[in-house]
């Protein structure tokens, strides 16, 4: 197999940028590094004395933790950069005296001391505008040569794909022929971005699982994302469909992936050369499409339509009682504490390939 080096390029878009054999690759080796960890093999020479930068603008438990531990088990060291205590980075038209610096700045600093920067950027720190968190790491790309790693935007979350797509691997064996379903659940929050739905189609249909996506009128997912599945379906020979029904999607599934995400109706629109705002966010708005759905939960009947051998996936954390049931996410058919313990080794992969490796 031929696949284009890893080292130094950005994880950012990764569903859309890396091939389906770099991301078989990095299966691969996460399972290798899954299986040097659990036999307590040193494996520290990896990323020996490197360090990876990193900077939330949201919370984090499962990110945070397994990036940090992770890069110390490959042997080098993690640098919490936390907005607010830093300057924090910031674009132009964004700037405040002395509290922000320029990313044009805080890039080309960063980049002559570290060998990797990872981002966590949606929502409030984005200003709600859809796709602001995505350009940013963007803008942090331009001015540095060390890959940057997106650990959640407001597009895609593809580190959290990486590590579902291992424990599908390891659930099933491979791919093909699989039914998977990602459909919306009702949460009390609207605070949600849709990186997590837009990763948890693409990457299934790069991979060749046949995908359907459910959500209730009003939550569509972005066109560019569902254009981009449609072609990774015709490329794998298999199907991606969406329906408005939770019960219609569910049955005969192999895996099914309840989760709440926002409207991209009600967030806000700008316009990038004057950067500015040509529509307010409208969370408010927003709550009342949740509201009306409050039935798309995940509950015991739901999963009964499921194949037996089919699985429950979510990223975590979960909102019980409102996405879910607790009888759905401590049953037998939930694999969402094998899907958390796999961010760890996904993580190495991506940081052993993209900040290591061969040239
Ligand atoms: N799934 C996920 O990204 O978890 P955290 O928000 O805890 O990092």
């Known amino acids: 197999m031929k696949t284009e080096s890893f080292r130094g390029r950005d994880w950012i878009d990764a569903e859309i940028d890396f091939t389906k054999e770099e991301w078989e690759t990095l299966i691969d080796v996460a399972l290798e590094l899954k299986r040097r960890f659990l036999l307590g093999e040193d494996h520290t020479h990896i990323l020996k004395n490197k360090t990876l930068y990193m900077m939330f603008f949201n919370q984090s438990l499962r990110t945070r933790s397994t990036f940090e531990v992770g890069i110390q088990q490959l042997g080098g060291f993690a640098c919490n950069l936390e907005p607010g205590k830093t300057y924090t980075p910031a674009r132009k038209g964004f700037e405040v005296p002395y509290k922000t610096e320029r990313i044009c700045d805080v890039a080309r600093v960063l980049d002559r001391t570290g060998d990797g920067l990872a981002i966590r950027m949606y929502g409030e720190p984005a200003h709600w505008i859809y796709g602001f968190a995505n350009q940013t790491m963007k803008e942090f790309a331009k001015y540095m040569q060390i890959p940057i790693i997106n ?58 699982m046949d995908v359907i996506l459910a959500r209730p009128k009003g939550l569509e997912l972005d066109p560019e ?135």
């Open 225 to 359: 994302v569902i254009k981009k599945c449609k072609e990774f379906a015709q490329q794998n020979g298999s199907s991606f469909e969406e329906t408005d029904s939770m019960e219609d999607a569910f049955k005969d599934a192999d895996i099914v992936y309840p989760k709440s995400w926002g409207s991209l109706s009600y967030l806000a629109t700008w316009d990038e050369t004057s950067g500015r705002k040509t529509r307010e966010a409208d969370l408010e708005g927003m709550k009342e499409i949740f509201e009306r759905n409050k039935d798309w939960i995940c509950d015991q009947k739901k999963l009964s339509l499921i194949k037996p051998s089919g699985i429950y996936m979510h990223c975590l954390p979960a909102d019980r009682d409102m996405e879910v049931t607790d009888e759905v996410i401590d049953g037998p058919q939930s694999v969402v504490y094998d899907e958390a313990e796999n961010r760890l080794h996904a993580h190495k992969a991506i940081m052993a390939l993209l900040m290591g490796g061969r040239l």
């Open 151 to 208: 650990m959640e935007c407001d597009k895609f979350h593809p580190t959290q794909a990486l590590a579902d797509m291992i424990t599908i691997k390891e659930k099933f064996g491979g791919f093909k022929g699989l039914k998977f379903v990602m459909s919306w659940a009702y949460s009390g929050s609207t605070h949600k971005p849709l990186a997590v739905p837009q990763s948890l189609v693409l990457a299934p249909t790069k991979l060749g």
